[in-house]
C-alpha cells in the first residue's frame, strides 16, 4: 500500500466517535500518519451520521469540495464510513465520481482489506451489511468468530494519546424501531458484548492512565448478556466496571425510558464513582406524539421515573432529547412537551426539528406535515425555555465547591497562547503567563476546562500540571451553560500510564 498519511472527520454521536478511535488505530497500525488538512493526506475518510438530513447535507457538501483534490492529486483514496454509507450505498458512486470506498459501520474491521483492494486496483468499493448484520455470532461461541468485537478490544493507546477520558461500547444496534430512527436499518440488530470482554477493555484503558470511561449503548440500560443460565443485566455490568479499581468515574449513555430497572438507580447511589448523572431521551411531552412515534412508554410514566431518579440520587442531573414538530403535531402537543421540561428541570437538553428519514416508518406512513418555521419557532422556545432553568441551576452553584476532572486548556486559552506564540515566539507552554501578554489575555492563556461529576462545563484559571487531576474548584460565576471558579485544591493529581508503550 503506498498510502502514508491519512485524514479522518467525524461527524454525529459518541458511537462513531468511538469508531473513528478505532480505525484510526487500524491506519496506524498500517503506518499512516494523521495530517490537520485533506490536501495534505494520501487518504481522506468521513465518518457519517444519517439520523439528521443536515448531517448528510454538510458530509456531501464536504465531499463535494475533494473534486478538485481528486483532480490534483489522483491517487489520493476518498471514503465514506458509518451510517450514511450503509443507508445510500453504492447511490454515492454515482453521484460522487471521486469516491473511491464506502464502508458501513458492520464492516469497519475490513477497512485495511478495503484500502489495499482500492490502492491495488483502483476502482471503488462497497462495504455494506444491509438492515441485520453481517455477522451476529452466538453467546457460546469464540470471540475469534466475531471481527466486529475483535476490533473493539484492538485498542492500544500510543504513546502521546490523550486517553483522560474514552468511550467503551456494550452495545451494537438497536431493536426499538421508533418511528422516525433510522438507527436500526444503519446499524442491525441490538447485541449486547459479552461482560467478560468489556472489562478488560475498561481495564486496558485504566492502565494506560485513563480515569474516565463512558459505556455507550443505543439503548444502554437494555444491555442484556445471557452466559449459560445466568442472565446479565446493565445493573450487573455497571457493578463489574466500578470494580475497576483504577477508573475514578463511570457515565453511560443513552438510556431508554421503557426498559428502565430501578435496579440501576440503586448501583449508581450505592456505587460512587458511577457519575450521578442520566441523559434518557423524553423526546416529546405529549402521549399522542409519543404514541406516534411509538416510544412505548407516557409522559406521566417518563415524569414519574425522572422523580424517583431524584429520590435515589438526589443530585443527579438530567439531560434529555426531544424532537420538535414530528408529524401532527399540534400548539397543544407542543405545550405538554413544554410543561414536561419546566417540570424535569434538566441540566441539559438537546433538541432537533423533526427531519424525515427515508426508510423510516414515519417517512413510509406519515406525512411531514409542519411547516420549517413553525418547527423552528417551537425549537427556539423550547430552548430558550431550558436556558432559564440551566442559568437558575448553574446560579445556585455560585459559592459551592465541585470536584473538576481536568480536560486540558480551553479554546479561549489555545488561541491565546498561539497569538502570543505567533507574536514573539517566547511563550512558555508551561507557564503561559511568562509571555508578555496583556492581563486580559493572559487570563485567557492559562485557562483550563474540565467536567464536574454531573457533566457541567468548569473554567478556572491553572498550569499544565493540573491537566488530568481531579480538583476541587470553588465557584465564582456561572453562565447558562459553563461554570467559572478558582481551584482550592488538588483531589488526585495526574496520573501517569501504567504502561505507555501498549
Not at 87 to 94: A, D, T, Y
Not at 114 to 132: C, F, H, N, W, Y
Not at 383 to 412: F, H
Request: contains cysteine; hydrophobic residues 40%.
Amino acid at each position: 500500500m503506498q498510502l502514508s498519511t491519512y485524514f479522518l472527520e467525524t461527524f454525529g454521536c459518541q458511537m462513531n466517535v468511538l469508531d473513528s478511535q478505532l480505525v484510526e488505530g487500524q491506519l496506524r497500525a498500517l503506518g499512516l500518519r494523521r495530517v490537520a488538512i485533506p490536501r495534505e493526506a494520501d487518504l481522506i475518510l468521513f465518518n457519517t451520521c444519517s439520523v439528521r438530513q443536515h448531517a448528510e447535507d454538510k458530509v456531501l457538501s464536504r465531499l463535494g469540495q475533494l473534486k478538485h483534490i481528486k483532480r490534483d492529486r489522483p491517487h489520493t483514496i476518498i471514503g465514506l464510513l458509518g451510517c450514511m454509507a450503509e443507508r445510500l450505498r453504492e447511490g454515492l458512486f454515482e453521484l460522487n465520481p471521486h469516491l473511491d470506498l464506502i464502508c458501513g459501520p458492520g464492516e469497519l474491521d475490513r477497512l485495511p482489506e478495503l484500502l489495499g483492494r482500492v490502492d491495488e486496483s483502483g476502482k471503488p468499493i462497497a462495504a455494506i451489511t444491509g438492515l441485520q448484520t453481517r455477522r451476529l455470532v452466538p453467546a457460546e461461541r469464540s470471540l475469534l468468530d466475531d471481527p466486529l468485537e475483535t476490533l473493539d478490544l484492538s485498542r492500544r493507546p500510543l504513546p502521546g494519546d490523550s486517553i483522560m477520558q474514552s468511550y467503551v461500547r456494550v452495545q451494537r444496534g438497536c431493536d426499538k424501531f421508533c418511528t422516525y430512527c433510522v438507527v436500526p436499518y444503519t446499524r442491525g440488530a441490538e447485541r449486547s458484548r459479552p461482560p467478560g470482554n468489556i472489562v478488560r477493555e475498561v481495564q486496558t484503558l485504566a492502565d494506560a492512565g485513563c480515569r474516565e470511561v463512558t459505556l455507550l449503548g443505543q439503548t444502554v440500560n437494555s444491555y442484556a448478556y445471557r452466559e449459560g443460565q445466568t442472565p446479565m443485566r446493565f445493573a450487573d455490568l455497571l457493578r463489574l466496571v466500578h470494580e475497576v479499581p483504577d477508573i475514578d468515574r463511570i457515565r453511560f449513555v443513552t438510556s431508554y425510558p421503557a426498559d428502565w430497572d430501578d435496579d440501576i438507580f440503586r448501583v449508581m447511589r450505592d456505587h460512587p464513582r458511577i457519575c450521578p448523572y442520566l441523559h434518557i431521551p423524553a423526546q416529546s411531552g405529549s402521549d399522542r406524539i409519543l404514541k406516534a412515534m411509538k416510544r412505548n412508554y407516557t409522559a406521566d410514566s417518563y415524569l414519574r421515573l425522572m422523580d424517583t431518579a431524584r429520590q435515589y440520587v438526589p443530585d443527579i442531573a438530567l439531560a434529555g432529547d426531544f424532537i420538535v414538530g414530528f408529524t401532527g403535531e399540534t400548539d397543544e402537543d407542543f405545550a405538554a412537551t413544554v410543561d414536561l421540561v419546566r417540570r424535569v428541570e434538566y441540566k441539559q437538553i438537546f433538541v432537533f426539528k423533526y427531519s424525515p428519514r427515508p426508510g423510516t416508518a414515519a417517512d413510509r406512513s406519515l406525512a411531514d406535515d409542519i411547516p420549517q418555521d413553525v418547527k423552528a419557532r417551537r425549537n427556539n422556545e423550547l430552548l430558550a425555555v431550558q436556558t432559564a432553568i440551566m442559568e437558575r441551576q448553574k446560579r445556585a452553584l455560585v459559592g459551592r465547591t465541585v470536584e473538576v476532572l481536568v480536560e486540558g486548556y480551553s479554546k479561549a486559552a489555545r488561541r491565546a497562547q498561539k497569538d502570543a506564540a505567533d507574536s514573539n515566539g517566547s511563550l512558555d507552554p508551561e507557564n503561559p503567563t511568562t509571555s508578555p501578554l496583556d492581563d486580559v489575555a493572559a487570563s485567557k492563556a492559562n485557562q483550563l476546562i474540565g467536567r464536574t461529576p454531573q457533566d457541567i462545563i468548569t473554567v478556572f484559571p491553572g498550569d499544565a500540571a493540573h491537566v488530568g487531576a481531579l480538583v476541587a474548584v470553588r465557584v465564582t460565576d456561572a453562565s447558562a451553560l459553563t461554570l467559572f471558579g478558582e481551584i482550592e485544591s488538588v483531589v488526585s493529581p495526574a496520573k501517569m500510564p501504567a504502561n505507555p508503550g501498549t
